[in-house]
């Protein structure tokens, strides 16, 4: 899924899944 990637890329991991947009990337 996407919303797992942009967790990931996000920095926040296996946390709770908070739609939101990458930092400029």
């Given at each position: 899924p996407v919303?797992?990637?942009r967790?990931?890329?996000a920095g926040e991991?296996?946390?709770p899944a908070?739609?939101?947009p990458?930092?400029?990337r």
């Open positions: 919303s797992f990637h967790r990931l890329l991991g296996p946390g908070t739609p939101r990458l930092p400029g």
